[in-house]
């Protein structure tokens, strides 16, 4: 791929709308916040490519996509003339050759080193070496993983949070390489998908999750040393920190599992035992206990276990 055919951003202030109607954006993984990220870009006029190595995955994206966008029609986001062009610009596969035409690449595959570090070796291989690759990891290294590319320069990490149709925040995360301009046009479309980029540097956890989740730890040992039950220790923080959603009801939402992972990346990060995960939490994900997608947490849910 030529200078020409890299994707061309708006020079306007408040990071609006990429000058070419319809770039190609890659989405690789097909999970929560991919299928998330996968949506918020059809309904802002993208394409999207969205690759998967478990089909089921792609099934499921498309059924949560189509329902996604038909609420944004219902809500006056979208006419219905522009849902059914949405839909019909997405493309799938189990194969992630598919991203060899993508003009910027985001992976938003499992938050586990050693898988994001199998996808991105394997983006080298098909894309040209002038694409940008954005990270949503939620917590490691974007230093670390950009090291695995050949292109450190052209790497950023665009964290976006769950659910991503409807939060604003993107946090844009600087790697020890990241060139300025990578960051402004990782920043540029964040703005234009309808987000505020917060540029934040690369420490463990970033901003974000080095608040949250040590709280979200330590209402957990709350629970574990029967200071207090989960409903009453999210009601204190309810109703006496107007909190919108209290911390246990939260981590259910985001997966105890990838709030477990979050806390062994501050502990191994910053070899500080404040940031030792509870045991609590290492137990109910040891018992598939995960939270909303397994039916079962911190609370139960319909179709749940029991």
Do not use: W
């Amino acid at each position: 791929m030529g200078e020409g055919s890299r994707p061309k951003f708006s020079e306007q202030s408040g990071g609006k709308r990429m000058n070419e109607a319809l770039q190609k954006i890659g989405v690789v993984g097909a999970g929560t916040m991919g299928r998330g990220i996968a949506h918020t870009l059809l309904r802002h006029g993208y394409s999207v490519l969205l690759a998967d190595a478990a089909p089921q995955f792609l099934t499921q994206a498309i059924r949560s996509i189509s329902a996604g966008l038909a609420r944004d029609v219902e809500k006056g986001r979208l006419t219905e003339e522009a849902r059914q062009q949405a839909q019909g610009r997405i493309e799938t596969s189990p194969e992630i050759s598919l991203m060899a035409s993508a003009s910027f690449v985001i992976e938003a595959v499992t938050e586990r080193f050693d898988i994001k570090a199998d996808v991105l070796q394997k983006l080298e291989t098909y894309c040209p070496s002038d694409v940008i690759f954005a990270t949503n990891t939620s917590s490691i290294s974007v230093t670390r993983l950009a090291a695995i590319t050949r292109r450190p320069e052209l790497f950023v990490g665009l964290h976006f949070f769950n659910p991503v149709p409807v939060m604003k925040l993107v946090e844009v995360v600087l790697g020890a390489e990241t060139s300025p301009e990578t960051v402004e046009k990782a920043s540029q479309l964040a703005s234009a998908l309808g987000k505020t980029p917060i540029r934040v540097n690369d420490y463990p956890g970033f901003v974000s999750n080095r608040l949250l989740i040590p709280m979200i730890n330590e209402a957990a040992y709350a629970v574990m040393e029967s200071v207090a039950e989960p409903r009453a220790v999210d009601d204190v923080m309810k109703l006496g920190m107007n909190h919108p959603m209290g911390p246990l009801e939260l981590a259910d939402l985001i997966g105890l599992d990838v709030c477990l992972d979050i806390m062994k990346v501050l502990y191994d990060g910053f070899h500080d035992s404040k940031y030792r995960p509870c045991p609590l939490l290492e137990k109910m994900v040891y018992a598939g206990r995960l939270g909303r997608k397994s039916g079962r947490g911190f609370y139960g849910y319909p179709g749940g276990k029991t």
